[in-house]
């Protein structure tokens, strides 16, 4: 594994050197999540869906509880339950 010595600018800014960026498919504008433990520091990109990515979900757990005979008015039955489950 290879290491580079990066700079923080005034701004908080660090630039990733173009061959990672490369290599991580990592492009203007992507978001990484960052995270840090101790004194280490790790970015992970991450993709955040789109609302068209919101609704296909929405619309296959929508067909989901249709095939298995949810109807919207069980909803707060079902997390009523869930959450009697939780507090046992």
Known sequence: MAVDVLSVSS????????EMR???????GA???????GDMI?????????ENDF???LDQ???WAEDVGYKESD???IVKSYRKSKRS
Do not use: C, N, R
């Open 42 to 50: 790790m970015l992970k990109p991450i993709d955040i869906p789109t």
């Open 75 to 77: 909803v707060d039955d």
């Open 11 to 18: 701004k908080g800014q660090i630039v990733l050197p173009m």
């Open 22 to 28: 490369k290599k991580m498919s990592i492009e203007a």
């Open 55 to 57: 609704k296909a979900s």
């Open 61 to 63: 757990f929508a067909s």
């Open 31 to 37: 978001k990484l999540a960052a995270y840090a433990l």
